[in-house]
């Protein structure tokens, strides 16, 4: 009972977590020890919109054809049940290091849900799952210097791993007080453009989409982040990884997967990421990666095993953000006084080094090169 009023506390202003221990979290990694991955319905990708702390997003990647890279994503934010706020964001990268980043994030004022929670509407902005649940329209006209009107339609099934995607947290898992669940649309096709104050950029060609639910303060959930997405001519490889905070063991729990056009290769939580090579960053002291190493393992439906791998340097990043000089308000609030808390995400798009993914199906070896963006998060240390 005293941890549950510590929790409590620490929900609501910010404080640092007891230590609980390992045994606090229950990793989707249990579940897919029987079912490494469960393909997704339509009634998947329903918006939780829960009514106690949380933060939940939509987020959609785009590769386009002519080397533009951008995401757009919609925030939907719970603080305590006290408050609700969404926010749209979009970035499109500038390849160009002498030219600024593309940045926009405008709170959004009249949000509701469609009566089956799959899409998102508010004043001047709407994401709309199809009625077949196989694309998505993404539409904001909140800020004149990014006007997003862009499709993406799904060219391989989408999958969360274990039978729901969902890890636990709390000293009772029958009852926890905390989630975390990814859902992936690995390969996609995008349509569209977003009209910039330069005009507009076409980003024909391929997307990656991710749902995630944190169902609980972000800082408590995860320490560490890296996110990885790979898009090649005929394969894409997609991971999200996160290493908990000392509270719950300082666990890493992995989400990732391999797709080609029409099915999933494998998927599951047999994928790691690795910074092989570090520099520290003088403002901050985290240590952010030079050289990655990522693997995924698995089997295919028809029991082939596979192995996959990238590896390699990563060249310049492309960004360094300060999230809580970026992050709205109201994030600000969630994760203001968490001790030791100084989030910082690390982009990278390493366009003029190679990158190819490695992949072994069965006794087949293909090796393809591809497009990879890919970032490391910095959130609290885990020592």
Partial sequence: MF???KQTLANVVGTEEPIYGPSAIRS????????????L????????AMDSTCVETQTFYFMADNGHLAFVQVIYSNVVGIRTTCQFNSKVFSIDNSKPHLWSSTPL?????????TGFYANDCAVELSEDGKSFSIKSMNDQKAIVN???TRTAPGFVAGKDGKTLFGTDLSHPWGTMRHAFWPRCKAEGSIMTQEGPIDFNGKAFFVHALQGMKPHHAAAQWNFVNFQGPTHSAVMMDYTTPPSYGTTVVGVGGIAKDGEIVTAGTACTSTHIKTKQDAENDWPYPTDVKFTWSGKTKDGKAVEALIEGPLGEKT???DVMAEVPGFVKKIVAGAAGTKPYIYQFYPHSIPVVLKL???DEEISEQGK?????????ATD
């Fill in 109 to 117: 004022s009249n949000t509701e849900f469609s009566e089956d929670k």
């Fill in 3 to 5: 941890n549950w009023a």
């Fill in 319 to 321: 960004d360094r953000i």
């Fill in 28 to 39: 989707v990694a249990e579940d897919a020890k029987t079912t490494p991955y469960t393909e």
């Fill in 41 to 48: 319905t339509r009634n998947d990708l329903k918006w939780a």
């Fill in 150 to 152: 862009l499709k993406v």
């Fill in 360 to 362: 072994k199906i069965g």
């Fill in 372 to 380: 990879l963006l890919t970032e490391a998060t910095f959130i609290s």
